[in-house]
């Protein structure tokens, strides 16, 4: 049996504190640096529009395409929207949150100080003792779990500033949309009036008819019915104005519909316009897309912490205790001085942190599936409202021929008319085709501008700048 002196004892023990020292130092250098790679997002766009609208005109503008419209109206509701908006507002507070909550985090690998005070007595209850005390720990982030941490923390902000910023793409296309169908309302009112003007002319016409025998009691009837007809469909634009004046006012958060809307003005119209740009370059700003790539580094995050934990956690510690006896017959003050290395670690889990490290593996494949889908589908999203704004410019300028056709049928009615070579009967049918004609016209360019509004909302917007080193790798 080996016997060793107490000073052979004491170069033994300085020994081995040497040599952990030192094969501690080597392991927090080594593990410092370890951390999940955040895997490589692919960019699954085609190199261009399958479809594309050959006019020329204005450049996609993704901040500030509602301008197109050139209508000072609609710019001023669409500020006072951005600013007074309820959602807007409710989004805003939630990324000041998450502002907070990332700052407080800040702070999670960091040396803390703690004061705090209590009172104990000796087991026999003979004295009493106030203490008072500093205590400090830090909490090393090895392993990859500051990395990790930093990921999450700052991910959780971003997915905020994306929230907010999607919300205020929709809110832009709302008040768009809403101004939108309103004006046109007002402008399919105005027309159907004056086919229910030429309806009634179109009944007297009838009658004065059949009062000399030269037309039929149903030729009359027909007439009628054709008039009640025309003042039903007359009703109808009245109840799209209400609702949409309504909606704009909740947009605007508030109850009562700006004054402004109830005068009828001049429809909005769209120029010529083309989209040059291919969908990478429009599509990248979408929010669900942005959102999905902040999963993704999100689920890395998380798969760092868990790997982390299947390594110990270090870190420090240190307690500064004042003790005084209060109950003694004697009053005495101690002071103890407290600091060593604090080591964590699970040694049977029964697999449980393996298990946990093979569901975030799994998070993190699921995360950059999703990613792979929100691309594909904004893709084709946009391609389909692409498709659909040509098509509906297309119909636009189909109406717009159409009607100088009935324009120019009406003028040779009057004419024929003004001559003598024709009744009342074909003028009327011939404005009742150029008042058809207007609402065709006024459906289509309403269509357009829809098509305008949901091309853009498929884009979406511009993302304000996101939190620095949320991915120091990043998504590639």
């Known amino acids: 049996m080996l016997m060793l002196d107490a000073r052979q004892m004491r170069k033994l023990a300085r020994a081995w504190l040497r040599a952990t020292a030192v094969a501690c130092a080597g392991l927090f250098a080594a593990c410092a640096s370890w951390h999940t790679t955040v895997p490589d997002l692919p960019k699954d766009t085609p190199a261009?529009?399958?479809?594309?609208?050959?006019?020329?005109?204005?450049?996609?503008?993704?901040?500030?395409?509602?301008?197109?419209?050139?209508?000072?109206?609609?710019?001023?509701?669409?500020?006072?929207?951005?600013?007074?908006?309820?959602n807007i507002q409710i989004a805003g507070e939630r990324l000041l949150a998450a502002r907070a909550v990332r700052h407080t985090k800040r702070g999670e690998f960091w040396p803390n100080l703690n004061f705090r005070t209590f009172v104990e007595t000796t087991p026999n209850a003979s004295t009493g003792?106030?203490?008072?005390?500093?205590?400090?720990?830090?909490?090393?982030?090895?392993?990859?779990?500051?990395?990790?941490?930093?990921r999450i923390n700052l991910s959780d902000e971003n997915l905020a500033i994306i929230d907010e910023a999607a919300i205020r793409v929709s809110v832009v296309a709302?008040?768009?949309?809403?101004?939108?169908?309103?004006?046109?309302a007002q402008a399919r009112a105005q027309v159907l009036d004056d086919v229910v003007a030429a309806r009634r002319r179109q009944v007297e016409l009838a009658q004065k008819r059949l009062t000399t025998r030269m037309g039929s009691q149903l030729e009359a009837d027909h007439a009628q019915a054709e008039l009640l007809q025309a003042?039903?469909?007359?009703?109808?634009?009245?109840?799209?104005?209400?609702?949409?004046?309504?909606?704009?006012?909740?947009?605007?958060?508030?109850?009562?519909?700006?004054?402004?809307?109830?005068?009828?003005?001049?429809?909005?119209?769209?120029p010529a316009i083309d989209f040059r740009q291919a969908p990478a370059d429009l599509v990248r700003t979408r929010a669900d897309i942005r959102r999905a790539e902040q999963n993704?580094?999100?689920?890395?995050?998380?798969?760092?912490?868990?790997?982390?934990?299947?390594?110990?956690?270090?870190?420090l510690y240190s307690t500064f205790i004042s003790s005084t006896a209060l109950t003694s017959s004697r009053l005495n003050d101690d002071?103890?001085?407290?600091?060593?290395?604090?080591?964590?670690?699970?040694?049977?889990?029964?697999?449980?942190?393996?298990?946990?490290?093979?569901?975030?593996?799994?998070?993190?494949?699921a995360a950059v599936l999703a990613y792979r889908e929100a691309?594909?589908?904004?893709v084709a999203e946009a391609q389909?409202?692409?498709?659909?704004?040509?098509?509906?410019?297309?119909?636009?300028?189909?109406?717009?021929?159409?009607?100088?056709?009935?324009?120019?049928?009406?003028?040779?009615?009057?004419?024929?008319?003004?001559?003598?070579?024709?009744?009342?009967?074909e003028t009327v049918g011939a404005n009742l085709a150029v008042a058809q004609s207007r609402l065709q016209r006024n459906l289509a360019a309403r269509d357009r501008a829809l098509a305008y509004i949901a091309l853009y909302k498929a884009f979406g917007g511009t993302i304000p700048p996101l939190a620095k080193d949320a991915n120091p790798e990043g998504p590639h």
């Open 129 to 150: 003792f106030l203490e008072v005390g500093l205590d400090s720990t830090w909490e090393f982030g090895f392993f990859g779990r500051a990395t990790a941490s930093k």
């Open 375 to 378: 691309v594909i589908e904004g």
């Open 384 to 425: 389909t409202a692409l498709v659909q704004f040509d098509t509906k410019s297309a119909l636009v300028e189909s109406a717009q021929k159409t009607l100088a056709l009935n324009e120019r049928g009406a003028q040779s009615a009057q004419t024929m008319q003004r001559i003598g070579l024709g009744d009342g009967l």
């Open 174 to 184: 709302e008040v768009t949309r809403n101004y939108i169908e309103l004006r046109a």
């Open 296 to 315: 993704v580094v999100r689920a890395a995050g998380e798969l760092g912490i868990a790997r982390a934990d299947l390594w110990p956690k270090f870190g």
């Open 231 to 270: 003042q039903g469909e007359a009703s109808e634009p009245a109840l799209t104005v209400t609702q949409t004046a309504q909606a704009l006012a909740v947009l605007l958060g508030t109850t009562t519909p700006d004054p402004v809307l109830r005068a009828a003005a001049k429809q909005p119209q769209l």
């Open 48 to 86: 261009d529009w399958q479809a594309r609208n050959a006019a020329a005109g204005l450049a996609p503008d993704l901040d500030h395409w509602w301008r197109a419209f050139g209508d000072p109206v609609l710019d001023d509701l669409i500020e006072r929207a951005q600013h007074d908006n309820l």
């Open 335 to 365: 002071f103890v001085f407290i600091a060593g290395p604090t080591i964590s670690l699970p040694i049977v889990d029964w697999g449980a942190r393996r298990q946990i490290v093979n569901a975030r593996e799994a998070a993190l494949h």
